[in-house]
């Protein structure tokens, strides 16, 4: 008997320890930015995956990881010449029940122009000029579909790379040069030193933030950036350069103008401010006629009424797609020097309004020029 | 009844394959296309069907070409890299190569190519056969690396716009076959396309 008792209290304790909870150990996170950002790619829904992965290639850019940003600006952006198809997203997305943010997410034109503009700087450092060159002109085309035409095509740094790297090729840059020129507003930009061989991209701030505006939310309105930055100075090898700013962010953002979708939010919002309406009008005054008699059948045919209208202004999501790519800077700054061959060290300020220097920012750069192509390399002052 | 449910089911499962087109994305997930063929995720870039299509007429017209057709011997071609002046990146060594390998099948040994873009490892292993490192040193006479009798290389220009009415891309373009010597073009061909597409209102 005391056999039988020790035998079946071992069988509830080991079926008791074979119940015991999984507990999965502690999540490790590493230090690699990059690599943590891997992992949010992989946890984001599928249409914001393209999004984390322009956020996570600039980060490896910055910190110099051009095969990872490579690899995950190739797979956020669509090709050069890719038209941007309807697919099952976008349809919801234009439908009265879903939001505009159910689509997969290719930007705006000014983040469409910019995930171009660090393709391009990635070609330049692979010793590809010319495809560097291709990427600046399709982030150009990117912001011809601003509203105004005075507001098309007009980034100055892209236009200023375009006839710089031209020039480097033994062509004509002259004519990107004088638009760029025209779009620079009174910023003097330096000519060309089609010797230059290192290759400064600068940027700085931080860059505008999409809001949510309009009755109900349908229409899309930009938070500016900031930056305390005016220009930018670059000293090494015994050469000074001061550059000036060359583009705004939150000025591409907010010149864009009104888009081909917010047509069809507007549609939206329009059902959803009339089905408020209807339910305000019809369900207020129908409980009152239901109170009484002689007026209860009218009185529930207007609460009916009045429920659907608000049944249908509840339901409809007129809201405009607000995802941001949100760590773009706010400014864009360039240089190109004539370095010898070998190392350098290279100490880059940010300059303020009043042309001081910001102590917490400077940054020194190590240059490593070579003689069979440009060193190219991307500065923050965050 | 046996033969009535198998007629269904047959024409069932006829009707289901009958119904999934290779051409359509809601087909199989991997479709293989003629390198020729435009696919379902055509834009207006260079593209697969633009190469090939390319690449087979510039081969037609250098092997046409008087110089080549009426050559003694076998005339040396150098391939230069294409000047890209679209907004298209490419892989600039892809259309060249793809007229060389054409050219190579329907020249019938007419053209000599030389692998120049390989001119470093080419010296490292003369220089190795010379310093007796490998065997074969006793046949190399001095210099034997062929210069070019023509080089061939081409130019892409594009003329890109873009709008709310949609985008549109056309690209120019041409192929040259120069004689290094003189700097004559001796042989010219050029192939346009124009594309337009837009992009859906929710992303316009």
């Known amino acids: 008997m005391k056999f039988a008792t020790a035998s079946l209290q071992l069988l509830v304790l080991w079926m008791t320890a074979c119940q015991a909870p999984d507990i999965p150990p502690a999540r490790e996170y590493s230090d690699d930015l990059v690599e943590e950002g891997k992992r ?343 | 009844m046996k033969n009535a449910s198998t007629a269904i089911v047959a024409t069932a499962l006829l009707g289901f394959v009958a119904c999934t087109n290779v051409n359509s994305p809601n087909g199989p997930s991997v479709t293989e296309l003629r390198p020729d063929e435009r696919g379902f995720v055509a834009g207006l870039g260079i593209e697969s069907q633009d190469l090939v299509t390319i690449s087979d007429k510039m081969a037609r017209g250098i092997l046409g070409a008087e110089p080549i057709a009426n050559a003694q011997g076998k005339p040396v071609i150098v391939l230069e890299p294409i000047n890209n002046e679209t907004r298209f990146p490419i892989d600039k060594d892809i259309f060249l190569t793809r007229i060389r390998v054409s050219l190579s099948g329907n020249a019938n040994g007419k053209i000599q190519f030389v692998a120049r873009e390989h001119i470093d490892k080419l010296e490292a292993e003369r220089d190795r056969k010379l310093a007796g490192q490998v065997t074969g040193g006793e046949k190399v006479k001095g210099n034997e690396f062929r210069g070019a009798d023509f080089i061939l290389t081409g130019t892409f220009k594009a003329i890109s716009s873009r709008g709310n009415a949609g985008a549109s891309d056309y690209v120019l373009y041409t192929f040259q076959l120069i004689d290094p010597d003189n700097s004559d073009i001796i042989w010219e061909g050029f192939h346009e396309i124009k594309k337009q597409g837009r992009d859906d209102v929710t992303y316009r």
Not at chain 1, 104 to 117: D, I, K, Q, S, T
Not at chain 1, 142 to 161: C, P, S, T
Not at chain 1, 313 to 329: C, K, Q
């Open chain 1, 40 to 382: 949010l790619i992989a946890q984001a829904p599928r249409q914001d995956k393209n999004l984390w992965r322009l956020r996570v290639g600039l980060i490896a850019l910055k910190q110099n990881q051009p095969a990872e940003a490579k690899a995950l600006f190739d797979a956020a952006m669509p090709s050069a010449g890719q038209i941007l198809q309807a697919d099952a997203s976008t349809r919801m997305a234009q439908s009265l029940f879903a939001p505009e943010n159910v689509k997969g997410f290719h930007g705006e034109p000014y983040e469409r122009a910019m995930g171009w503009f660090y393709r391009g700087l990635l070609y330049w450092i692979d010793g590809e000029p010319d495809n560097a060159r291709a990427c600046f002109r399709t982030a150009q085309l990117m912001d011809a579909l601003a509203e105004k035409q005075q507001y098309r095509a007009d980034w100055v740094l892209l236009d200023y790379l375009d006839g710089f790297i031209s020039t480097k090729l033994g062509q004509d840059g002259s004519t990107a040069l004088e638009r760029a020129r025209t779009h620079a507003d009174g910023t003097v930009l330096p000519d060309y030193n089609s010797k230059a061989n290192t290759i400064l991209f600068l940027q700085t701030g931080f860059g505008p933030v999409k809001k949510s505006g309009g009755d109900v939310g349908e229409a899309l309105v930009y938070d500016g950036g900031h930056s305390d930055v005016a220009r930018v100075r670059v000293t090494v090898a015994g050469q000074t350069v001061e550059a000036p700013i060359y583009d705004n962010l939150t000025t591409q953002a907010s010149t864009r103008g009104s888009r081909a979708m917010d047509l069809v939010l507007a549609r939206k919002a329009n059902v959803k401010k009339i089905g408020d309406t209807v339910g305000d009008v019809g369900t207020v005054p129908g409980v009152v006629l239901v109170e009484h008699d002689e007026t209860r059948d009218a009185g529930l045919a207007l609460l009916g009424v009045g429920l659907v209208g608000k049944f249908i202004g509840n339901s409809v999501e007129p809201r405009a797609d607000t995802r941001t790519w949100n760590n773009l800077p706010q400014h864009l700054s360039f240089a190109a020097l004539q370095l010898p061959v070998g190392e350098h060290t290279a100490t880059v300020e940010f300059l303020n309004a009043s042309g001081a220097a910001l102590p917490d920012r400077q940054k020194s750069v190590l240059l490593t020029v070579q003689a069979d192509r440009d060193t190219v390399v991307l500065v923050a002052d965050r």
